[in-house]
């Protein structure tokens, strides 16, 4: 039987965020699993090269039929090769988590949190994959899970990162605060409020006010443009 793997790069979470809005939540999708991967951590991370490496070792170290689905990478040497990479479709079951793999999505966070909290960068790229996959499949902050909650005895995802802090980050979105955009173009979603998909963009450094928060990491702008990701701004 082949691996079952599909190689894809989302550089942003804009666009993860698009490409999930086609995609229906698989029947057997109940929950997600949280890890770390420990090794390469984000010093050695190099995007696809990355990716091919640890398929090649789930395939023929480990001799599994699949692997995780989901790798967030927040930092490594080459900014490009950051952002949201997938092994194992989305839409298949996976393998990462024992007796959890039948129910569950697996998202590994490049990094190691034995040795190490979660960066700011790190942590905000995993809570805002997390509420996407929330928002587009219906599933609650009880549901999230981390691997040594499924499997007894596991250090992943390290000391530094709990379940219960994940739920409860999850269950609680952010203050209301102002953002300034930075770095890159960013469109503005109208999705959630009916019309066309995109409705213009921010300028770059353009300073805007957020008056309401999702759970998918969407903020509304208050002068009623649409919505974007928190992830994409920073704060003034």
């Not at 790229?125 to 996407?132: D, I, Q």
């Not at 994940?166 to 102002?178: F, G, K, M, Q, Y």
């Not at 173009?185 to 963009?201: C, D, L, N, T």
Request: hydrophobic share 35%; with cysteine; net charge neutral.
């Amino acid at each position: 039987m082949a691996f079952d793997a599909e190689l894809i790069h989302w550089p942003t979470l804009t666009a993860f965020d698009a490409y999930l809005q086609g995609v229906t939540r698989p029947a057997w999708v109940k929950r997600l699993c949280n890890h770390n991967t420990y090794k390469p951590n984000e010093t050695t991370w190099n995007g696809m090269a990355s990716m091919r490496t640890l398929l090649t070792f789930y395939r023929d170290t480990q001799k599994w039929p699949s692997g995780p689905h989901l790798f967030l990478a927040a930092h490594a040497p080459d900014p490009k090769d950051t952002g949201i990479f997938q092994l194992t479709p989305i839409t298949h079951t996976g393998t990462h988590a024992g007796p959890c793999n039948a129910d569950s999505l697996g998202l590994e966070s490049v990094g190691d949190f034995n040795a190490r909290p979660p960066t700011n960068e790190q942590y905000t790229l995993l809570l805002t994959v997390n509420r996407l996959l929330m928002a587009h499949w219906g599933i609650p902050p009880p549901s999230v899970v981390v691997h040594n909650e499924c499997m007894s005895g596991r250090v992943c995802p390290g000391k530094y990162l709990t379940g219960t802090q994940i739920r409860a980050d999850l269950s609680n979105p952010p203050p209301v605060i102002t953002k300034r955009y930075r770095g890159r173009r960013i469109m503005i979603s109208q999705k959630q409020v009916g019309g066309a998909p995109y409705a213009g963009e921010l300028a770059p450094g353009e300073e805007i006010v957020a008056d309401k928060w999702y759970t998918n990491g969407r903020v509304h702008l208050q002068d009623g443009r649409g919505f974007v990701l928190l992830s994409d701004l920073e704060p003034v």
